[in-house]
T-cell receptor
Framework: DAGVIQSPRHEVTEMGQEVTLRCKPI?????LFWYRQTMMRGLELLIY????????DSGMPEDRFSAKMPNASFSTLKIQPSEPRDSAVYFC?????????????FGSGTRLTVV | AQSVAQPEDQVNVAEGNPLTVKCTYS??????LFWYVQYPNRGLQFLLK??????LVKGSYGFEAEFNKSQTSFHLKKPSALVSDSALYFC?????????????FGKGTRLSVIA
């Protein structure tokens, strides 16, 4: 398996533009997590899905953020409109939940810069 | 509620010396504990975990961690540090009885191994 695949690796966009980040989890994993990492706030959980269903989106900072998981092999995180304070590294992770003791596999992240 | 603390933002150690990265946790039941490492411009990588059994857990790259229930700690250790161990280290915890709730990550400890 190629692991968790995120695209793009880097994104530079202007303030006000829509940004879409993509994630392909490991085949067979049934849970998917979106994290944001910044120097100031560390690693923050934004939202997670179990079996494609959003379970907890309380970490999503504002209504400008939305996430979808239309099927087991694909998820998107969208920011519309983007702002400079959204600049961060966004990670996607997947796992096989239900067994409790398994950890997560992380993607390489998308570095977002909003200018 | 679950929580994890990494009391040191930065740990400096000379190459060849033993290293310790500290982690304490709080859960209401029994913990599942994890260590992850993040190298520059990369996602988090799994190092080791404690689920049950021996309190001393061995993981990748010569790292080990000791689960101490009375001190609610799970410190990461390595007998002889390498310059290549320099990275950001995250401790994470989940209550074994919490179902599919996400792992809670610490804020991370930056390890710098000096040649």
């Amino acid at each position: 398996d190629a692991g968790v695949i995120q695209s793009p690796r880097h994104e530079v966009t202007e303030m006000g533009q829509e940004v879409t980040l993509r994630c392909k989890p490991i085949s067979g994993h049934n849970s998917l997590f979106w994290y944001r990492q910044t120097m100031m706030r560390g690693l923050e959980l934004l939202i997670y899905f179990n079996n494609n269903v959003p379970i907890d989106d309380s970490g999503m900072p504002e209504d400008r953020f939305s996430a979808k998981m239309p099927n087991a092999s694909f998820s998107t995180l969208k920011i519309q409109p983007s702002e400079p304070r959204d600049s961060a590294v966004y990670f996607c992770a997947s796992s096989l939940e239900g067994l409790g003791g398994l950890g997560y596999t992380f993607g390489s992240g998308t570095r977002l810069t909003v200018v | 509620a679950q929580s994890v603390a990494q009391p040191e933002d930065q740990v400096n150690v000379a190459e060849g010396n033993p290293l310790t990265v500290k982690c304490t946790y709080s859960v209401s039941g029994n913990p599942y504990l994890f260590w992850y490492v993040q190298y520059p411009n990369r996602g988090l990588q799994f190092l080791l975990k404690y689920i049950t059994g021996d309190n001393l857990v061995k993981g990748s790259y010569g790292f080990e961690a000791e689960f101490n229930k009375s001190q609610t700690s799970f410190h990461l250790k390595k007998p002889s540090a390498l310059v290549s161990d320099s990275a950001l280290y995250f401790c994470a915890v989940r209550d074994s009885g919490s179902g599919n709730t996400p792992l809670v990550f610490g804020k991370g400890t930056r390890l710098s191994v000096i040649a």
